[in-house]
């Protein structure tokens, strides 16, 4: 298969993936807001801080308002990573390979990108972002869903899966970086921290799973060690590194690829994170972040950037 097809399909699926995984953000964020009272939450600032853009956004916001902040994470035409502009990515990448992938997933494609596009005052609204960004929510699954259930499970299939996982991963520790530095711990909210970690739980859709793995009761080391060595909950980073390694096991010229994740998993399977205060985990989850960002560039370097006529 061509270089170009796999980093397309790659990148297809990163996007999709970071559009589903803001629009939930978003959703939690808001319920989180009306749960808490009324100047105890932490407001929509962290979710600027999660995405990493918040120099981009200071250069043409003044403040983070419910209002700027949403239309800059929904639609902001000026934010690379907006719920709008990774669904054009998306399709625009979608487009340059309509004859590899099924006719199904690039109709999906299209159809999310029109309804993010023409609904976006639905989004805006407080009476109509729920049902906006469920239906976001609903077709990235969908996407993925048609994807795995009508592509042929091939090495285009494991680019696909590839960008999932480690966007995913990525997702997950900025998540818990951003969250766990911005709870709010003073005495008047002390009575809602409970709430913040649950809140944190569901920005990653783990909250059940998380009772089911972990017990009734939500505690910080307990919701630290299950987000980052879960191995049977498909958004733990190690469960996420584990995965990227299967997938590349069958294929030629990964050994180097293979080593660097193994060496990364094992370092995070051994790390005591429970023990970890909120600086050092801050310090640890940027030493993670760093090192999927080698783990991209080391996949970009084997597969992306060789000519086409000797990409394997």
Known sequence: MLSRVCETLYWVSRYIERAENV????????MLIMDLPKGVSTGWEPLIDIIGVRQAYQENHTDFSEAKALRYLLVGHD????????????????????????????EEINSLYYYVKDNQNEGLSKRGRFAYLKKIIESTHMIFGTLD??????????????GLMIERADMTSRILDIRSASLITNEEAKPYENIQWISLLRSMSAYQMYRQQMGVRVQRADVIEFIMHS?????????????LKQLMEPLIHSKELIKLIEEVSNELKHKDVRALKNGDLHDYV???????????????????????????
Do not use: M
């Open 149 to 162: 259930a009508t592509i042929n499970h091939d090495q285009g299939y494991v680019f696909i899966r590839f």
């Open 79 to 106: 934010n690379n990573s907006s719920i709008l502009n990774s669904i054009i990515s998306a399709r625009e990448s979608a487009r340059t390979i309509r004859d590899v992938i099924p006719r199904d997933v690039w």
């Open 286 to 312: 940027d030493q993670v972040q760093i090192k999927l960002a080698g783990i991209h560039n080391e996949l970009a370097e084997s597969y992306f950037l060789k000519p086409p006529e000797v990409a394997e």
């Open 23 to 30: 629009a939930r953000l978003i959703n939690v964020n808001n």
């Open 231 to 243: 191995e049977v909950f498909p958004r733990s980073i190690l469960f996420c590194l584990y995965e």
